[in-house]
């Protein structure tokens, strides 16, 4: 600041930012931290939830290893599953199923959204649906792979 010609002190310009740049930082510590919402709290609102999750879906005694059993006592073979779930900023969430072999894929979605609602307490299109809002909303954080390998060999 300086004396102005009318005896009345003046603010400079670098005042002026100085000014602004203290007031914005006073607002951004008084301001609540915005928490980046990714994959697994959109999808299961915790990584506790998430595991309980994979752990019930790779439970011999769990829909999803009773629908293998099933079909590897029809037709012995290989039989594995994978379960990704994404959700990508801006855009959208998806559920992506790797089933081998494809002939029992619409059987392990089905055991798969009974496992779901099961800890979820919900099916598992109306938490993508949700997952969808969030990751339109900027959250998300990709690709995950949650039910990594489950099966029969």
Do not use: C
Request: glycine share 8%.
């Amino acid at each position: 600041m300086k004396w102005g010609k009318t005896g009345i002190m003046e603010m400079t310009s670098s005042d002026a930012l100085l000014r602004t740049a203290a007031a914005f930082f006073r607002k951004a510590q008084t301001d609540p931290e915005v928490a980046q919402v990714g994959t697994t709290e959109a999808f299961f609102g915790s990584a506790a939830k998430q595991y309980e999750f994979s752990d019930a879906v790779a439970h011999k005694d769990g829909p999803v290893m009773k629908t293998l059993i099933a079909a590897y006592m029809k037709k012995p073979g290989r039989y594995n599953v994978n379960v990704y779930f994404a959700v990508n900023p801006k855009q959208m969430a998806e559920v992506t199923f790797d089933v081998q072999p494809r002939r029992i894929e619409r059987a392990v979605r089905q055991a798969v959204n009974q496992t779901f609602r099961q800890v979820m307490g919900t099916s598992l299109s109306a938490q993508t649906k949700k997952a969808t809002k969030i990751a339109q909303a900027g959250g998300g954080d990709g690709r995950k792979h949650v039910i990594n390998n489950v099966g029969l060999d």
